[in-house]
């Protein structure tokens, strides 16, 4: 099946019959990216007409992945591997199988490829932290100003707050001069 325009929405429908969407196929793509549209999975722009999820060419779900028992699992996008991985359900030295050019490798072997988006995230992970390290100093920074101005003012009070007693005592010293 051919690409579809990318602004066309879909439904993706789960094994219990839960249909989530419309969703446009940017989006869809990125589930699939993410292992959260898997190979049982189907997908319907009406939901009158629905096809398996890895027949729509825009998910690049055309990838199995050997998992401990020697069985395969997919068709599923490369990039879905790696939550495998980091999930420990597919090793290292695991066999990937690309089931649109017919060529064998391994998970090694895609490494680039496969954590290319785990990647892409830590990278944008990292510039929010960066962001946010950044507008927490510049609150710190202003709260000492703050803080250094208001101690200021607290001794501004305290000075006056002195003058004022010095000035009452003077002013009723010179009544009782007068008196």
Do not use: C, Y
């Not at 998910?59 to 991985?85: C, K, T, Y």
């Amino acid at each position: 099946m051919n690409g579809p325009p990318p602004l066309r929405n879909w439904f993706l429908r789960l094994e219990d019959g839960s249909v989530f969407g419309p969703v446009d196929t940017r989006t869809l793509t990125a589930w699939a990216r993410q292992g959260r549209v898997a190979p049982t999975h189907s997908i319907s722009a009406d939901k009158l007409t629905w096809i398996p999820a890895p027949k729509l060419d825009a998910l690049q779900m055309h990838w199995e992945v050997e998992l401990p028992d020697g069985s395969f699992f997919g068709p599923i996008n490369l990039r879905a591997v790696s939550d495998l991985v980091f999930d420990g359900a597919v090793r290292p030295t695991s066999r990937l199988r690309d089931l649109r050019h017919g060529r064998s490798s391994t998970v090694r072997d895609e490494t680039e490829r496969i954590f290319s988006g785990a990647i892409d995230r830590l990278s944008a992970v990292e510039a929010n932290l960066a962001a946010a390290q950044t507008e927490l100093d510049t609150a710190r920074t202003a709260r000492a100003a703050a803080e250094a101005r208001l101690a200021e003012q607290v001794r501004r009070n305290r000075e006056l707050d002195t003058a004022r007693r010095a000035s009452t005592t003077e002013t009723e010293s010179s009544r009782a001069a007068l008196a």
